[in-house]
């Protein structure tokens, strides 16, 4: 029941920026953390970025370097990545995350949106 649905991914040059959305439902978006991972081919998906329920704490990882900021639109249950002086590097498909109550163990689940492809060219 609960859905996450990314946009924004498209093909930019090296030095371009790129704004990511990911909207939500089924859940109470205002009580949840959300987070961006992304996965280039061959590789793991690994954490971007997060954000926690009311958008006063953010989590970055160290490739990002200062550049991606993560932010969050609790009234349009909408979670966003603004990615700036972007690389080839960054080339990846982009998942947004969130965790939801599970009847099984353990209990909590991660729900995973589709994914949206950003492509950097040199």
């Known amino acids: 029941q609960v859905q996450l649905v990314e946009s924004g991914g498209d093909l930019v040059q090296a030095g371009g920026s790129l704004r990511l959305s990911c909207a939500a439902s089924g859940i109470i978006f205002s009580n949840n953390a959300m987070g961006w991972y992304r996965q280039a081919p061959g590789k793991k998906r690994d954490l971007v970025a997060s954000i926690s329920s009311g958008g006063s704490t953010t989590n970055y990882a160290d490739f990002v370097k200062g550049r991606f900021t993560i932010s969050r639109d609790n009234a349009k249950n909408t979670v966003y990545l603004q990615m700036n002086s972007l690389t080839p590097e960054d080339t990846a498909v982009y998942y947004c995350?969130?965790?939801?109550?599970?009847?099984?163990?353990?209990?909590?689940?991660?729900?995973w949106g589709q994914g949206t492809q950003v492509t950097v060219s040199s």
């Open positions: 995350n969130t965790r939801k109550l599970s009847s099984t163990p353990p209990y909590v689940v991660d729900v």
